[in-house]
C-alpha cells in the first residue's frame, strides 16, 4: 500500500509536469485528488487494515496527498505568471501619443466679483457675515422698520416658507443679527455677501434670485461724510482711479436719510451717451445713515451710536464692469460664457 501511494505520487508529479496549460493541470487535480481518484480511494479503504497499518497508510497518503497538491500550485502560480507577463507585453503604452485634455475650470463670475468687493471692503477694515438663507420675517422685515402692513414691503415681493419664514429679500437680517450679537457695543463694521430672493418676472435685467452685498458700519460718530468717503475709495479701487460717485437723495424704509450712489459713465466719461442714458451718471447702489429705530429696535442707543448702511447688486457690478447685457447668463452654465472669466 505503502508503494502503492509513492508510486501516485510519482506519476502525478510527473503528470503536473507535463501539463501545457491551466485546463491540463485541472485535469490532474481531479484524477489524482478528486473524489472518484486512487487517493481518495485508499483513504476509503482503511477501514479493512488491520490497527497497525491504519495509521502508518493514513499518514502516508495524507503526505502523498499534499505533495501532490503543493506541485500542482506551484505549476499554477507558473502558468499565472507567464499569462500576466503575456497580457503586459501585448498592453505596451505607447508614450508619445497626446494625452487627453482636461479642461480647467474657474470660479463663477459672480463668485470671482464678490471676491473682489469682499477684498476692498476688507481693506477699509470691514468683516465679512454670512447667515441663513431661509430667514425669520421678524430679521428680514420687522427689524428693518418694516412692520407688517408697511406699503414698502411691496417693494420686495417676497416668497414666503410659512407664516414666519422666508428666502430673504435682502441680506440685512445678517446685520441684524449682528447688531443683536453685538449687544450695543460697537463698533460693528461687516459686509454681508449672498443670495436673495424676490418675486419678480425674469429678463435680461430682473431675477428672482440674485446676489447681494450689504454693509454696515456702527460706532459713536459715524457720519455721512464717512460714507461718502469710503465710497469714493471703493468705486476708485473697484471701477478704476478716473471714476467718480455723486449722491442723489432718496428713500429706504432702515435709512434716514438714504441716498442713491451713482458712479461717472466709464464709456463716456460723463459726457452722455447710450450706456448711461445721457445723463453721464450710472446709478450703482443705494445707502444711508442707519435709520435710529433700527439702530433701537436691534439693541443699540441711537442718542450715543450712528451707522451707515448700504446695499449692491452683485450681477449689477459685474455687469458694468465686464460689459455683460443679459443678467441671465449668470444662470445658465454656458461655458463659452463663463470660461471667458478665467482670468479675472
Ligand atoms: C437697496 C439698497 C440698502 C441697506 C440696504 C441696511 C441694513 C441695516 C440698517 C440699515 Cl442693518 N440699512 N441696509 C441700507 C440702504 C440700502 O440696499 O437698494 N435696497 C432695497
Not at 505533495?67 to 499569462?83: G, H, N, P, V
Not at 446676489?211 to 479701487?237: A, C, N, P, W
Request: proline share 5%.
Amino acid at each position: 500500500m505503502i508503494d502503492r501511494l509513492e508510486e501516485l505520487k510519482l506519476e502525478a508529479q510527473s503528470a503536473v509536469t507535463s501539463s501545457q496549460d491551466k485546463k491540463e493541470l485541472e485535469q490532474v487535480r481531479i484524477n489524482y485528488l478528486g473524489k472518484k481518484g486512487p487517493i481518495t480511494e485508499v483513504l476509503r479503504g482503511m477501514g479493512k487494515l488491520s490497527a497497525e497499518e491504519r495509521p502508518v497508510v493514513g499518514q502516508k497518503a495524507n503526505e502523498v496527498r499534499e505533495a501532490i497538491q503543493a506541485s500542482i500550485d506551484s505549476k499554477q502560480a507558473f502558468f499565472e505568471e507567464a499569462e500576466l507577463q503575456e497580457k503586459l507585453s501585448a498592453e505596451k503604452i505607447d508614450v508619445t501619443l497626446p494625452g487627453k485634455k482636461v479642461e480647467a475650470g474657474s470660479p463663477h463670475p459672480l463668485t470671482a466679483v464678490v471676491e473682489q468687493i469682499e477684498d476692498i471692503f476688507v481693506g477699509l477694515g470691514f468683516e465679512v457675515t454670512e447667515g441663513p438663507e431661509v430667514e425669520l420675517d421678524y430679521y428680514n422685515f420687522e427689524m428693518m422698520n418694516l412692520p407688517a402692513d408697511h406699503p414698502a414691503r411691496d417693494m420686495q415681493d417676497s416668497f414666503y416658507v410659512s407664516e414666519d419664514t422666508l428666502l430673504r429679500t435682502q441680506t440685512s437680517p445678517v446685520q441684524a443679527r449682528t447688531l443683536q450679537a453685538a449687544k450695543g457695543e460697537g463698533p460693528v463694521r461687516i459686509i454681508c455677501p449672498g443670495k436673495v430672493y424676490r418675486r419678480d418676472e425674469d429678463d435680461a435685467t430682473h431675477s428672482h434670485q440674485f446676489m447681494q452685498i450689504e454693509g454696515l458700519y456702527v460706532d459713536k460718530h459715524v457720519r455721512m461724510s464717512d460714507l461718502k468717503g469710503v465710497f469714493d475709495t471703493f468705486v476708485k479701487e473697484y471701477f478704476g482711479s478716473d471714476r467718480a460717485i455723486r449722491l442723489r437723495p432718496s428713500y429706504f424704509p432702515f435709512t434716514e436719510p438714504s441716498a442713491e450712489i451713482d458712479v461717472n459713465c466709464g464709456v463716456c466719461g460723463g459726457d452722455g451717451c447710450r450706456v448711461c442714458k445721457q445723463s453721464g451718471w450710472i446709478e450703482v447702489l443705494g445707502s444711508g445713515m442707519v435709520h435710529p429705530r433700527v439702530l433701537e429696535m436691534n439693541g443699540f442707543d441711537p442718542d450715543v451710536y450712528s451707522g451707515f448702511a448700504f446695499g449692491m447688486g452683485v450681477e449689477r457690478f459685474a455687469m458694468l464692469k465686464y460689459g455683460i447685457d443679459d443678467i441671465r447668463h449668470f444662470y445658465t452654465n454656458d461655458t463659452r460664457f463663463l470660461s471667458q472669466f478665467k482670468h479675472v
